[in-house]
């Protein structure tokens, strides 16, 4: 399985317990969910009394404890592999008892899970807010959403999202507000949701990524994403 699948039992539930193909599998502890300890393994080998399923599609059908299991589960498996050798030296790393770090044999350099914080905005003019309509959606559905961004060294968040909405859209916006976050694991972002007011320009859009974007009034929303998304929460606060 790939990073952004997870497999099911027939019936659609998870498997609680080892099943004879997972020997020889790594098995990554992540924690405990309803108060079972639960690992996370990654293989190619899918078994035949499992089904595979999108996590994303997932993720809109299951309940917000279990988002946040995988979210964290999937980002520590990350670690784990991204870790396997030291930056600085070259030796392999291992996992350090008792935290998620993962440390080097040799120099005893640490490296925690990487979190990388990014800004969404949504951008309100009177009863209109701004929606653009990523060339990557384009494929199977027409839904358009609010702008987002990785924040860059030496940032705040807030001048993060002046330049991103000065980029993609090249409007001014200002009023920036904190509204709230979510942890998305593809492979390891904190998004950091804000709201902002239109201050002045007109839509030039960033062509590379956007295809479309606009205002839309509030009562007249084209297709927006699922519920379980920040970019929706967002849109309905
Ligand atoms: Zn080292």
């Not at 899918?46 to 404890?65: D, F, I, K, S």
């Not at 440390?103 to 309100?124: A, W």
């Not at 199977?140 to 909405?165: D, K, L, Q, Y």
Request: glycine content about 8%.
């Amino acid at each position: 399985m790939s990073g952004h699948e997870i497999l099911l039992t027939p019936d659609g539930n998870y498997l609680w317990q080892k099943q004879a193909w997972m020997e020889g599998l790594d098995a990554v502890r992540t924690g405990k969910l309803d108060a079972h300890s639960v690992s996370i393994i990654q293989t190619d080998n899918v078994p035949a009394e499992g089904t595979v399923v999108n996590v994303r599609q997932l993720m809109a059908t299951q309940p917000a404890a279990m988002v946040a299991f995988y979210s964290h589960a999937s980002q520590i498996l990350r670690s784990q592999k991204d870790h396997r050798y030291c930056g600085c030296c070259g030796s392999p790393c291992s996992p350090r008892v008792g935290e998620w770090a993962m440390v080097c044999s040799t120099c005893d350099m640490s490296y925690y899970p990487r979190i990388s914080p990014c800004i969404i905005v949504l951008i309100h003019k009177g009863d209109e807010v701004l929606l653009v309509q990523h060339k990557k959606h384009l494929r199977n559905t027409s839904i358009h959403t609010v702008i987002a961004g990785f924040i860059e060294p030496g940032e705040t968040a807030e001048e993060a999202v002046v330049r991103e909405v000065r980029e993609e859209v090249g409007i001014e916006v200002g009023q920036i507000e904190y509204c709230l976050s979510q942890s998305w694991p593809f492979p390891h972002a904190l998004m950091l949701g804000f709201r902002a007011e239109f201050k002045s320009g007109d839509i030039c859009l960033e062509e590379e990524e956007l295809v479309s974007g606009g205002w839309f009034h509030r009562d007249n929303l084209p297709e927006i994403p699922p519920q379980f998304t920040i970019s929706r929460q967002l849109i309905d606060i």
